[in-house]
Structures are given as structure tokens and as C-alpha cells.
């Protein structure tokens, strides 16, 4: 028998944590947009779309003539984030439905979970999916706010 309640509350738990952690992310953005550059930005730029807020961070990072090892970081895991915010698009505005298979010999029935976007039908989440990019964002955002917090500790510091 398929225990579909347990796995529903897999999903539920799986899916917040995702969406929370890609939450972080934009939150890191809006505190780069507010600490990075020199002039004053973030009420212009705080309302830009997330991929776009991304890349003018990075311009800003890259812009900068002292490279340090904590900007890197930042540059690469935003680039990373910017990659899987479909993901999260498709999570946050989409049904989880259930997919029902009977084997026409044997009669067993197989029953499958997954997100998909109806209009990207290219985009299908299945639970290990959802567990590996769940993993992946929640790192991505926990090496992001570590790297933000060096980066800045060390442009206050040098006034860079």
C-alpha cells in the first residue's frame, strides 16, 4: 500500500524549506544592493526583478579593483541561484499532483508525485529532485550570507 500522507508531509516540509531558502537569497541580494555600492541605490534598485538584481551585484563585485576570495564566492553562488530560480518558480506556482500507473498484466499500481509546470513542461520536480535542489539552495544560501558577512566586515574595515 502506498503510504501517501507520509509523502505528502515530505513534500510540504521539502518544498518550505526550498522556498525559505530562496528567500534568504533575496534577502542577501537587498543587503548587497544596500552595502556594496558606493552611491546610493537600493531604493531604485530593490524593486529590479531577482535574476536582474544578480547581475548587477555581480557587475558591482567585478567592478571593484581589490579582489577578495569572499566576492568570489558571493559572484559564484549568486550565479548559481540565478540558475535555479525556475525551480523555484515552478515550485511556488505550481500543484503537486499525483501520477497513477497500472501495469496492465500485473494489475500493481505504481503511484508517483511531482510538480510540473504546465507551461514548461520540460520542468518536472520529483521528490529526488526536490531533495537534491532543497540541499543545494539551503547551502548556496548558507555560503552566501557567510561570504556576505566576510566581504563586508573586510570592505568596512579597508574602506574599499
Not at 533575496?26 to 531604485?44: A, N, Q, V, W
Not at 568570489?72 to 515550485?91: P, T
Request: proline share 2%; net charge positive; aromatic share 6%.
Amino acid at each position: 500500500m502506498h503510504d501517501c500522507k507520509n509523502e505528502l508531509k515530505e513534500w510540504r516540509q521539502l518544498v518550505g524549506a526550498t522556498i525559505l531558502s530562496f528567500g534568504d537569497i533575496e534577502l542577501i541580494t537587498l543587503k548587497c544592493l544596500s552595502r556594496l555600492p558606493s552611491d546610493r541605490i537600493f531604493e531604485s534598485t530593490s524593486k529590479l526583478p531577482f535574476a536582474t538584481r544578480i547581475d548587477l551585484i555581480i557587475e558591482i563585485i567585478e567592478g571593484k579593483r581589490k579582489k577578495l576570495k569572499s566576492a568570489e564566492v558571493i559572484v559564484e553562488k549568486l550565479k548559481r541561484a540565478k540558475k535555479l530560480v525556475e525551480y523555484r518558480n515552478v515550485l511556488a506556482h505550481n500543484p503537486l499532483v499525483v501520477d497513477i500507473y497500472k501495469n496492465k498484466t500485473t494489475g500493481d499500481i505504481a503511484v508517483e508525485h511531482l510538480i510540473y509546470a504546465e507551461r514548461k513542461k520540460k520542468k518536472r520536480i520529483d521528490i529526488k529532485r526536490l531533495k537534491e535542489l532543497s540541499l543545494e539552495v539551503e547551502d548556496i544560501a548558507s555560503e552566501l550570507y557567510t561570504a556576505f558577512s566576510r566581504y563586508v566586515s573586510i570592505i568596512d574595515k579597508n574602506n574599499l
